[in-house]
C-alpha cells in the first residue's frame, strides 16, 4: 500500500479558490486576485487572455506564470500583478511571460496545467463577455467564479 502525506497546509487548488478582484488595461496592464484558501508554497498558477473556444486556448494572445513563493499564501491575501505590458512584477512570488489587455473584449483565465489545455479552471474576469470566448467546458460561472465588469461611461 502506498501513502501520500501532504503537509498539513497543502491544498489541491480547484475552481473558486482564488477570485478576481480587479483588470487594468489602461497604461500599466494588471490585475488583483484575492485568495480564498491557503496556497501552498511554489505552487505554479497560469494566466492568459487568450479566448477559450471550449476545448483549447488560441494561440493569438499572451499568458503569464505565477510561482507563489518559498511560504503558504493565507486565505483572504491580495495579490497584485502589475506592468504585465512591460516588465511585469507581482507582489507575492514571481512571474514569467508578459500580458497585453484590451480595453474592450478581453478576459484574463487563471488556470493550472500547460499552456493550451488547462486541467482545472480557477476563475476569470473579462471587461465584456465576448472576451472570453466562451465558458463552456470550463466549470467557471459568470457572476460567480468567473466576472464580467462593464466600463464606466
Known amino acids: 500500500m502506498f501513502v501520500i502525506n501532504l503537509k498539513r497546509n497543502d491544498v489541491l487548488l480547484k475552481t473558486g479558490c ?8 489602461t497604461n500599466n496592464d494588471g490585475f488583483a486576485i484575492r485568495t480564498n484558501v491557503n ?3 511554489k505552487t505554479k498558477i497560469r494566466f492568459t487572455d487568450t479566448e477559450w473556444n471550449g476545448n483549447h486556448f488560441g494561440f493569438d494572445e499572451n499568458d503569464i506564470m505565477w ?3 518559498d511560504k ?3 486565505a483572504g491575501s491580495i495579490i497584485n500583478f502589475t ?6 512584477s507581482v507582489s507575492v512570488g514571481t512571474i514569467s511571460g508578459s500580458m497585453r489587455l484590451s480595453k474592450e473584449n478581453d478576459a484574463i483565465f487563471a488556470y493550472l496545467g500547460n499552456k493550451r489545455m488547462p ?3 480557477l476563475a476569470a474576469i473579462a471587461n465584456n463577455e465576448l472576451g472570453f470566448g466562451t465558458l463552456i467546458n470550463t466549470g467557471l460561472f459568470n457572476g460567480e467564479t468567473a466576472i464580467t465588469f462593464q466600463k464606466e461611461q
Do not use: D, R
Open 119 to 121: 486541467n482545472i479552471f
Open 18 to 25: 482564488i477570485s478576481f478582484i480587479s483588470m487594468k488595461s
Open 39 to 41: 496556497i501552498s508554497p
Open 72 to 74: 503558504i499564501i493565507h
Open 83 to 88: 506592468n504585465l505590458n512591460s516588465t511585469a
Open 67 to 69: 510561482i507563489t513563493g
